[in-house]
C-alpha cells in the first residue's frame, strides 16, 4: 500500500456519509489480517513543549535507521464551526519528506480523550501497510485525555524545564499512566533547568507511588541531545513488556474498549437515525427545562435505546 492509497483509506473510514461505512468497513477487514506488529507509542504533554518538534526529531532519526514510521497528529475540532487547522504536515515538513515516514493529521471531530474518532482504525491501516512505529500526537494534555492510553502500548509524557509551573497544569491521573516522561529543550540556556525539572518529577512520581513507576528523563527535540538514549530506553520498555506478557494484557484492553466504544457509538447513531427521535427528545428536554421531571425520568420517557 503506498502512501497515498494509506491516505485515502484513513479518509474513507474518517467518512461520516453513510453512503461511505460499507466500503470502509470493506478496508478494515483487508486490513485486520495484516495489522497488530507495530509499537503504538502516544505522546502526549502541555501546550508548548514542543510535541511536534519532538515527534519530528525522534522519527527522522527512526527513519533514518530503516524504521517505517506513521505520525498520527490529533488537533482540535473547532466548537463553533467544527473545522481544525491540520497543520501538523506543515510543522513537520522535513520529516514528511522521508520515504520512510507517513504523517496524517486528522480532527477530534468533537470527541473527547485527546484523540480523533477513528484513530484506532488508521493505526490498524498504518500497520497493514507496514509501519512497525505509529506515533500518536495527542491534542494536549487534559482531564480525559487519559484515553489515550487505552490504544496504545508505551505512554510518553513531555513535560517543560519549568516543572513547577507545569506540574500545576498537569492530571495526576496521566502521571500515573505515563511508562516514560521526558523533560523536552533540555538545550542551552535550559539545560540546568531541564535537569533541576527532572529531579523535581522524579520526586514527584516517587511520591505518587504508582505501580507503573515511570522513567523520567532529559532530552532536547532541537539538537537531538538524548534522544538516541531516550529511545533505546523506550525499546528497553516495550521489549520487557513483550517478555512478561503485560503487551498482551495492554493489547487484549486495547481490544476490549475499542469493542466497547462501538457498540455505544453505533447504538446512538440506531437511536437518533429512527424517526421522531429528535421530536421526543426536543419535547423530554422542554419537560426537563419547566421542572416537571427529572433527567433520569426524562430519559426513561424516551423509550428504549
Not at 78 to 92: A, E, N
Not at 166 to 193: F, P
Amino acid at each position: 500500500m503506498t502512501r497515498r492509497e494509506l491516505a485515502k483509506s484513513i479518509t474513507l473510514i474518517e467518512s461520516t456519509r453513510p453512503e461511505d461505512q460499507d466500503a470502509a468497513q470493506a478496508v478494515l477487514a483487508q486490513a485486520m489480517p495484516r495489522s497488530g506488529k507495530s509499537w503504538r507509542i502516544a505522546i502526549s504533554g502541555v501546550p508548548g513543549v514542543g510535541k511536534s518538534t519532538f515527534i519530528e526529531s525522534l522519527g527522522w532519526m527512526l527513519a533514518e535507521t530503516g524504521r517505517k514510521v506513521a505520525v498520527l497528529a490529533v488537533d482540535p475540532s473547532s466548537p463553533v464551526s467544527g473545522g481544525s487547522i491540520l497543520g501538523d504536515k506543515t510543522r513537520m515538513e522535513k520529516l514528511s519528506t522521508h520515504p520512510n515516514a507517513f504523517i496524517r493529521p486528522s480532527p477530534t471531530s468533537g470527541a473527547l480523550g485527546g484523540v480523533a474518532r477513528k484513530t484506532r482504525e488508521a493505526i490498524l491501516l498504518c500497520e497493514a501497510a507496514g509501519y512497525d512505529i505509529v506515533l500518536i500526537e495527542t491534542v494536549g494534555v487534559g482531564q480525559s485525555e487519559v484515553d489515550v492510553a487505552s490504544l496504545s502500548d508505551f505512554f510518553l509524557l513531555l513535560m517543560l524545564p519549568n516543572a513547577g509551573d507545569s506540574l500545576q497544569g498537569i492530571k495526576r491521573g496521566i502521571l500515573e499512566l505515563a511508562d516514560l516522561v521526558a523533560v523536552n529543550k533540555a538545550d542551552g540556556e535550559m539545560r540546568e533547568l531541564a535537569e533541576a525539572a527532572k529531579a523535581e518529577l522524579q520526586s514527584a512520581l516517587h511520591m505518587l507511588a504508582s505501580e507503573r513507576n515511570p522513567v523520567v528523563m532529559s532530552c532536547s527535540a532541537l539538537d537531538g541531545a538524548g534522544l538516541s538514549e531516550l529511545w533505546q530506553k523506550t525499546s528497553d520498555l516495550i521489549t520487557a513488556s513483550q517478555t512478561d506478557g503485560r503487551f498482551a494484557r495492554r493489547r487484549r484492553s486495547q481490544t476490549r474498549i475499542w469493542m466497547k466504544q462501538t457498540l455505544e457509538s453505533e447504538l446512538l447513531s440506531r437511536y437518533w437515525s429512527e424517526k421522531g427521535r429528535v421530536e421526543q427528545f426536543n419535547k423530554a428536554v422542554e419537560d426537563l427545562e419547566s421542572g416537571e421531571i427529572t433527567p433520569l425520568e426524562a430519559i426513561h420517557r424516551l423509550g428504549n435505546f
